[in-house]
């Protein structure tokens, strides 16, 4: 009987060995983000997959299934120096104090979010589109914050704080810039402390009780930050796929926003420390979405027309999901169709551009308004292949810095 046990063991071992050396090699080797070596290694796997520290959860069932638990999902992370996110505070008071003051804001922005005058217009182009989308969203975002326009110092000073972190999170750099960090952090503690009538927390007394460092996170972090950065990526991903579907977003907004989400989740991977005997785990978002759907890969938004499907998972899934699933839907979608609206606006994608869950060289495209020259799609970008493989370098220095993989 003893014998039997051990031996089981000694095979549990050998493949979580296997398993493990096998994705690390493949993580390494490819130009793919680890959620997406995962769905092309364990596809449409079920239940979890053994590696020496953690457990790989393959699909959303199994994934609702363990034990709550409320930790923060990811990693401490220098990217975002000095600030502290709420999803990288454990579930302590300082996480309650924060999620409750963000509650309050979150109401009053989804009351802010159509009665801010707002125009723009996106300036015809050959290249990446990325940071132009960026600089209008994070414009917005100071007005849904402040009520009002920056002034010019104002928004040099948020803008170049607001860019140096995203840069991070898209692998353009690996570290942190800390005096232009500095130069934001005090614009913000600056805006705080002026605390204007038409400031989000004029009257929000639990949010001057908390530290400054808190008030300055959550202002500077969990709203300026994360309205701008994901926002950006979230119009970027349904700008690319409406230059090929362009009916089913006029059609049905509701199916294509699921589907692109679907497709091209926000986030990556989520890894979670082992707690009270529990293993840790890492789970891909790519294949938590894709696992168990018909043709996975493919945009279907009328798949959505039916409920019997697995959830979409890109908000997330406990107690930790996105607290702010109406306000990034309103804000990106008010955003795209402001862009898609505008007289005869079309868009296509260079000819060598991939649609990929990050955007390793940027969102490059041709855009104008009128009618749509014939050689437009013959246009190619330069340097792809160094972009890509600056943003695996820069990857795999952010995975050692996180943990993720061990
Ligand atoms: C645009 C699409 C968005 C998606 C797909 C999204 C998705 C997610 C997901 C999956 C999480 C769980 C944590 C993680 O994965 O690291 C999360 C957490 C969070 N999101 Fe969002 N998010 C979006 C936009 C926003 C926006 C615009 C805000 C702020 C205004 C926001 C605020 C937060 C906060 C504060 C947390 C942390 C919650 C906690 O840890 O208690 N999100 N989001
Ligand atoms: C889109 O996904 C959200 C979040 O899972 C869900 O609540 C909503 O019903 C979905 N929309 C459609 C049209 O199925
Ligand atoms: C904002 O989003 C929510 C949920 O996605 C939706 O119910 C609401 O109608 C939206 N508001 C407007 C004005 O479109």
Redesign the pocket.
């Known amino acids: 009987m003893h014998v039997k046990i051990a031996l089981i063991k000694i095979v549990q071992y050998i493949k979580s060995v296997y398993n493990t050396i096998l994705l690390y090699l493949s993580v390494i080797s490819t130009l793919m983000t680890p959620g997406t070596v995962i769905w092309k290694l364990f596809g449409n796997r079920k239940g979890k997959v053994c590696l020496l520290n953690r457990d790989l959860i393959c699909d959303s069932k199994t994934l609702m299934n363990l034990p709550k638990c409320g930790k923060p999902l990811d990693g401490y992370t220098n990217a975002l120096y000095p600030f502290l996110p709420t999803f990288l505070l454990d579930n302590n008071q300082y996480w309650i104090d924060r999620r409750d003051v963000f509650s309050y804001g979150n109401n009053l922005i989804?009351k802010r979010?159509?009665d801010i005058s707002f125009d723009f217009e996106l300036k015809s182009k050959q290249g990446n589109i990325l940071w132009d989308i960026f600089e209008i969203i994070s414009k917005y975002s100071f007005q849904l914050v402040f009520n009002r326009l920056p002034t010019d110092e104002e928004f040099n000073d948020i803008y170049s704080g607001l860019i140096d972190i995203n840069k991070i999170i898209k692998r353009i750099s690996s570290t942190p810039n800390i005096p232009i960090r500095k130069i934001f952090y005090d614009r913000i503690l600056k805006l705080i402390k002026d605390n204007n009538e038409n400031f989000l927390f004029h009257n929000c007394e639990n949010f001057f009780k908390m530290d400054e460092i808190h008030q300055v996170s959550s202002v500077a972090e969990d709203f300026l930050t994360t309205m701008a950065v994901q926002c950006t990526d979230l119009v970027c991903h349904m700008l690319i796929l409406y230059s090929e579907y362009p009916e089913d977003f006029e059609n049905n907004f509701e199916n294509s926003f699921n589907e692109t989400l679907r497709l091209y989740p926000l986030t990556d991977i989520w890894v979670r420390e082992s707690s009270n005997n529990e293993k840790g785990w890492i789970a891909s978002l790519v294949q938590l979405n894709r696992n168990g759907w018909s043709q996975p890969n493919t945009f279907n938004p009328q798949r959505w027309d039916s409920t019997n499907h697995p959830p979409l998972m890109s908000w997330g899934f406990d107690v930790r999901r996105c607290p702010a699933?109406?306000?990034a839907?309103?804000i990106s979608?008010l955003i795209f169709e402001n862009i898609i609206h505008k007289n005869q606006f079309w868009i296509q994608p260079a000819a060598n551009f991939q649609h990929e869950r990050t955007f390793p060289y940027g969102c490059q495209v041709s855009l104008g308004y009128g009618d749509k020259p014939h050689d437009v799609k013959l246009w190619k970008f330069n340097n792809k292949l160094k972009m890509q493989f600056q943003r695996w370098l820069f990857e795999k220095l952010r995975m050692i810095d996180q943990n993720e993989l061990n």
């Open positions: 989804n979010i159509f699933q109406k306000l839907t309103n979608r």
